[in-house]
């Protein structure tokens, strides 16, 4: 299957929505998802982050500034090979579309940002997040942002889940639950669909995959997002976030 995401459009989509302008009062999404992560911690420890799916970086870059390590995994070789070179000093530019055939041209550079991180707490690489290495273990937390609705097989994506992280860490998904059979097939969906003469949310779905391993430590948040399309069209979604606390047994 080819990978939609090795486009220059789609590249071009995913600098503006991570590195951008933000609009109609509502704040960057990877940046807040990543606040979001890092308060939610409190006082357990904060020595390895995992962000799934992790675009052009943004979150990745932004979970750095307050864990140890964090490392930022994407299936496209564009977006990962966008943010090593952000993460390399790198000024990158991107295009924004106006309207019709107009197009303007901006850049973006982490010195735009002011992150002061330093680069060995940060790495990317590009993998698929329902085929991770045995290195990718005992994490403290694991984010994974607008992923779940496009992976292949989310059951078992989320049964791996539980061996990649450290009891008492943290899984936080957040996503709008935008189900498309583009990218995972409607026998593999979790939710969405009524079952037994009930509705099956992805919720309930989560639910039956992770509650052996975790608990639900919050009530579902809503964090919205905007993307740009044209200078004069935007869509605004509202992603649900959920948090999840690795069981010791």
């Not at 220059?8 to 998802?33: I, K, S, T, W």
Request: hydrophobic content about 40%.
């Amino acid at each position: 299957m080819n990978n939609i995401y090795e486009t220059d459009e789609l590249l071009n989509q995913y600098m503006a929505f991570h590195f951008g302008a933000d609009y109609f009062d509502v704040p960057n999404f990877p940046a807040r998802c990543a606040e979001l992560c890092i308060e939610l911690m409190g006082a357990r420890p904060r020595r390895k982050a995992l962000d799934l799916g992790c675009a052009v970086g943004r979150s990745t870059f932004e979970l750095a500034k307050s864990f140890e390590t964090a490392v930022g995994i994407d299936l496209s070789s564009k977006f990962v090979d966008a943010a090593a070179r952000l993460q390399a000093g790198e000024t990158l530019p991107y295009l924004v579309h106006e309207q019709g055939e107009l197009v303007k041209t901006l850049q973006f550079s982490l010195a735009d940002l002011a992150l002061n991180i330093d680069n060995s707490q940060v790495s990317f690489e590009v993998g698929d997040a329902c085929n991770l290495g045995e290195q990718h273990r005992h994490y403290d937390l694991i984010f994974a942002g607008n992923l779940i609705d496009r992976v292949n097989d989310p059951a078992a994506f989320l049964r791996d889940l539980p061996a990649r992280l450290v009891p008492g860490g943290l899984l936080v998904i957040c996503s709008p639950y935008t189900l498309l059979t583009d990218y995972t097939p409607r026998q593999n969906w979790i939710g969405g669909f009524v079952a037994d003469s009930k509705p099956r949310t992805v919720l309930d779905g989560m639910h039956a995959v992770l509650d052996p391993h975790f608990d639900l430590v919050t009530q579902p948040r809503n964090v919205p997002f905007v993307i740009r399309e044209t200078s004069r069209k935007f869509q605004h979604s509202l992603a649900e976030m959920t948090v999840w606390e690795r069981r010791s047994a």
